[in-house]
């Protein structure tokens, strides 16, 4: 486990904050407002004696089961008004800092900085998870996932010291899991399968103490949420029958991601499975030296497999969407993006391990993270064209809307 100072964490953030606003930049100058952002400003400008709290409330008769996402949404409306520009600066803001995050539980985790950076950077690539970057309202669920990552981070770091103080810590950080389910619960089964790490950094025993803490507290947390929350829950065989279509697209997906330009998703995914197929028999035949790095990236590789089932398993029960899901719905993929792409990159760096010998590992990392940047960054800006495009017609709609001036009572406007 390795220790990150403060110096280090503020030239990452900068580092990440740099690349956020490269890549979305030109959306933040010409994006509009998308579905909720409407209907937030709407709400803040006609709700009866408008002020933040009286917003807080709206949210809360909505949200019931997450009480710390009013709070949260009201913040835009009433910080920013009708600034668009505003608006999307926060956004692209809350990607870089759960990029930040990420960063710092992967350094935890004893990535190299020159890794670490390239995998936290290329989460704010991800294409198929844009929305939570390009909207607004949806960026807001980053707060839970940064909440999980804090709170992942302060467990693993507990695990270091003994006796009270560590204890101590891990409470800290079962707080964090439960307060990242009160506010979304993307990060709700990650946190219940967080504690397999700890497994693998303390002895069994405490490991699986402070794992039951977790699991117990964040439980709790998630069957309160559901509870207490007014929405489609699909019953259990639908979700049964769901799942492998589910699982399936979860797949295309991977294969999509592994080869980012367009090509066959399954030719992407053969890809895959061959560079694990062959690293594990290299594993048993290579030197000592090859076979440390290969065991090493094939941990991470099954860190991230594991991560990205468990982001996805909270969302089965509403069956409305899946991984390839688009357009506004890509924001199911935001927590799964996080493991993804540690997966992702995990295995450009098993291929580059077996393809280039002899220690040139800076060449390699390189090499990966300048090839997936670039395949996600070009199917990226596709995408803020798009977005940017929608915009443009909102703006021609709402200019014929204010030249009908005020209509009749009772009338019907229709707008298409």
């Not at 493991?339 to 990966?368: D, E, I, Q």
């Amino acid at each position: 486990m390795l220790r990150v100072g403060l110096r280090e964490m503020t030239v990452a953030t900068c580092l990440l904050l740099l690349v956020a606003f490269a890549a979305y930049g030109p959306h933040v100058a010409s994006g509009g407002f998308y579905s909720d952002d409407w209907s937030s400003l709407d709400a803040y400008r006609h709700l009866p004696d408008s002020g933040y709290w009286t917003l807080v409330e709206f949210y809360a008769g909505i949200f019931g089961g997450k009480p710390l996402l009013p709070p949260i949404l009201a913040v835009p409306p009433v910080l920013f008004g009708d600034s668009v520009v505003a608006w999307l600066f926060m956004a692209v803001g809350l990607g870089a800092a759960t990029s930040t995050c990420f960063y710092l539980v992967l350094r935890t985790l004893a990535l190299e900085r020159i890794h670490a950076a390239a995998i936290a950077a290329l989460t704010l690539l991800v294409p198929w998870s844009s929305s939570g970057r390009l909207w607004a309202t949806a960026s807001v669920n980053n707060f839970a996932i940064c909440f999980f990552l804090v709170g992942l981070f302060v467990a693993l770091r507990a695990l270091r010291r003994p006796g009270n103080g560590g204890r101590g810590m891990h409470a800290v950080a079962v707080l964090l899991y439960v307060i990242s389910v009160l506010t979304y619960e993307l990060a709700g089964t990650a946190a219940l399968v967080a504690g397999a790490l700890y497994l693998t950094r303390a002895p069994r025993r405490e490991a699986m103490g402070r794992w039951a803490l977790d699991v117990i507290a964040v439980s709790a947390a998630l069957v309160w949420s559901a509870a207490a929350t007014e929405k489609y829950i699909a019953p259990l065989w639908i979700q049964i029958g769901a799942a492998p279509g589910f699982a399936a697209d979860g797949m295309r997906l991977l294969g999509q991601a592994t080869l980012p330009f367009g090509v066959s998703r399954v030719a992407g995914l053969l890809a895959f499975v061959a560079v694990i197929v062959v690293a594990l028999l290299m594993r048993q035949r290579g030197n000592e030296e090859l076979r440390g790095q290969l065991a090493f990236w094939l941990r991470l590789t099954a860190y991230g497999i594991v991560g990205v089932a468990a982001s996805y398993a909270v969302l089965i029960p509403s069956v409305y969407w899946t991984p390839l899901s688009a357009g506004l719905e890509n924001r199911i993929n935001m927590m799964a993006a996080l493991p993804f792409m540690l997966l992702v990159y995990s295995t450009w760096m098993v291929a580059g391990t077996l393809l280039v010998r002899g220690g040139r590992p800076v060449l390699v990392a390189t090499t990966a993270f300048a090839v997936l940047a670039s395949g996600n960054a070009i199917q990226l800006l596709d995408q803020q064209r798009a977005w940017q495009r929608s915009a443009e017609l909102q703006s021609e709609v709402l200019a014929v809307l204010r030249e009908i001036d005020r209509p009749a009572a009772g009338s019907t406007v229709y707008v298409f």
